[in-house]
Structures are given as C-alpha cells and as structure tokens.
C-alpha cells in the first residue's frame, strides 16, 4: 500500500464548476498537510496547508481533513482554465523531517 | 528575489560519470531536502538535512550523497550514475524543521544518463 495515495486522474471539469481532489494516507501519526500545484514542466507551488481536523478556506480553495479516516480533499470553487495543472498531496511525518508525496492528480478545466 | 537555484537545469552524461548537482537558498532556511520526480511515482525524497552538518537518508537513497557545509548550499553528488537515475530533481529548503513550514522548490534538473 502506498503511504500516500490519490487518484492519478485525469479529472475533467467545466469552468466555473467544483473540482474535488482526494488523498488518503498510510501513517495515522501524521500530523501536517499540504496541496502544491504543479504546472507541466515547472516546480511545485504551495496552494494550501491543513494541521488540524475540519475545513480550512483561502479564497476559492478549501483543504478538507479528517484524521480519523486518513483523509484529505482540496475543493477548487469556480475552477479556471489556468486552474488545470497537476495537484501534489505531501503528508510530514510525526517528526516533521520526511515528507511523503503523492503521484498527484491531473486536473483539467475545459473553458 | 528570495529563491532557490540549481544547476545545471539539464544535464545529459553516461554511466559511471561523477556528476554534481547544486542547490543553493537565499533565505536562511533551516531545513532542505532532494526530491526525484518520475512519471506515475511523483515527488520521492532523497535526502534531507534539518542544518548544518546534519543530514538524513529520505525513501530512495541509495547511490546518491549530500553535504550541508554551508546554511545556504545542499549539493548532490552521484558517485556512478546510472539509467536508473535519469530523472527530473527538485531541491527544496523551509524555514524550519517544525514540520508546518512550506516548503519553497528550485526549478529542477533534469538528468539523463546513459
């Protein structure tokens, strides 16, 4: 099992609508959470960051988690064309050293 | 312009050839870390280093070495490169190692070897 796992996509939507992006992961000590977004041939960029259980907005993205079931989402309201992009779930480990990504999800957002 | 650099940003060599990749912080950061990024693996860690002087193995070490002489500079060094290490490599560096610092990514080099 991987320790950190997402659907690998493509994931297709319209513009203006809602993407959902899911991760799960292994180490039930984890205690941090990220989504960086990846552009096609460029580094990863932070979007969001989630410490605790519960929903976490910033503008038109919300970071969802829930510790008791290994989960986390990225909601992206009103997507954008420039939305489309590959988005990176990374989990810390306890001690905040090793950070474990996932093989990330291919958005893409039809205009 | 607060930023990491590396270089080269391509580099194509054969077998065996020791090779160097640098990676170097304009922020004071604490923390940095190597990453390889395959197609279908994502992003996986090599080493990381939570200061000066300490540094620690990630998922996929093996035939790789680091060095954190300085705060600001983080090279990899492949001793014998292989194929198997033709890959696209991030150097990434944080501010701390509190583990809920972003991490601030350099451009990538991409390497080939054959």
């Not at chain 2, 170097?24 to 990024?37: A, D, G, K, L, V």
Request: glycine residues 8%; proline residues 5%.
């Amino acid at each position: 099992q991987k320790e950190v796992e997402q659907n690998s996509g493509p994931l297709s939507v319209p513009e203006g609508a809602i993407a959902s992006l899911n991760c799960t992961y292994s180490d039930r000590g984890s205690q941090s959470f990220f989504w960086y977004r990846q552009y096609s041939g460029k580094s990863p960029e932070l979007i969001m960051s989630i410490y605790s259980n519960g929903d976490k907005e910033d503008g038109r993205f919300t970071a969802q988690l829930n510790k008791a079931s290994q989960y986390v989402s990225l909601l992206i309201r009103d997507s954008q064309p420039s939305d489309s992009a590959t988005y990176l779930c990374a989990v810390q480990n306890t001690g905040g050293f090793k950070t474990i990504f996932g093989a990330g999800t291919r958005l893409f957002v039809k205009a | 312009e607060a930023q990491v650099t590396q270089n080269p940003r391509y580099l194509i060599t054969v077998t065996g050839k020791k090779l160097t990749v640098t990676c170097s912080q304009n922020m004071n950061h604490e923390y940095m870390s190597w990453y390889r990024q395959d197609p279908g693996l994502g992003l996986r860690q090599i080493y990381y280093s939570m200061n000066v002087e300490v540094t620690d193995k990630g998922d996929v070490p093996e035939g790789y070495k680091v060095s954190r002489k300085e705060k600001r500079n983080f090279p990899l060094i492949l001793e014998s490169p292989s194929p198997n290490q033709t890959s696209l490599y991030f150097c990434a560096s944080s501010l701390e190692t509190s583990g809920k610092d972003e991490q601030y990514f350099g451009p990538g080099t991409r390497l080939t070897v054959t």
